[in-house]
Structure formats: structure tokens, C-alpha cells
């Protein structure tokens, strides 16, 4: 699998945003890179996204990473779900949350609710 592609899902577009490969900060900024240009180059409050970033390789620099990532997202992203957020990782993703000014962006346990989440969202 890509770690950036489109799906559709019941008739829906999904962008599908993959970490879970990611064991490096390198892997990690070259997958948002290229989620980033895609996610640009479409029009503004456009896209519902799939963020999954389960078993993920997770340190600082990555966290201030997203947080850029997140807010450079914020004008494309109709609606936005992550999957693979547990434990600690969830107060990091509350501070992404925070210092990116995002309110469409929800946490889920499986790939299939935020699936079903981003659909009823459209």
C-alpha cells in the first residue's frame, strides 16, 4: 500500500494518510511531504482525510512536525479521522490539536469508525 492515496469508501472520497510503515523521522517527513502536496493541490475544504498512525515511530521532532502539518492542512480538510492514537500519544494529539486551531479532526480506535465517521460527515 502507498502511504498517500485516495480510496473511495460507500461512494466517498477518502484521502488515506498511512504512517504505520514509518520507523524513522526521515520515513516519517517524506510520508508528509508527499500528503502535503497532494492535500495542496486540491480546492479548499475539499478533502475528508484518513490519518493512520498506528505502531508509528513517534519522538519531538515529529511532534512539532505534525503540528505544522496539521495547521498547513487546515484550509483543504473538509473533515479529518485518525486511527492508532493510545495512551500518552493522545495528550500530543490534543496539543497538535491546540496549536493547529483544528476542530474537524477526530480520534477513533479503528480504521473502519473513522470510515464511517468521515462518510456520515460529507
Not at 519522538?59 to 495512551?87: R, T
Not at 493547529?100 to 470510515?115: E, I
Request: aromatic share 12%.
Amino acid at each position: 500500500m502507498e502511504n498517500v492515496q485516495f480510496i473511495t469508501y460507500k461512494n466517498v472520497e477518502l484521502l488515506v494518510i498511512d504512517f504505520t510503515s514509518t520507523k524513522s523521522v526521515a520515513e516519517f517527513l517524506n510520508v508528509i511531504d508527499e500528503a502535503k502536496t497532494i492535500i495542496a493541490s486540491r480546492p479548499l475544504n475539499s478533502l475528508l482525510t484518513l490519518t493512520d498512525v498506528t505502531n508509528s515511530y513517534f519522538d519531538s521532532d515529529i511532534i512539532s512536525a505534525m503540528k505544522e502539518y496539521a495547521a498547513h492542512n487546515k484550509p483543504y480538510i473538509k473533515a479529518g479521522a485518525v486511527v492508532g492514537i493510545s495512551g500518552a500519544r493522545k495528550i500530543i494529539f490534543n496539543s497538535v490539536l491546540f496549536f493547529s486551531g483544528r476542530d474537524n479532526l477526530k480520534m477513533f480506535d479503528t480504521r473502519n469508525h473513522a470510515m464511517e465517521w468521515l462518510c456520515a460527515y460529507k
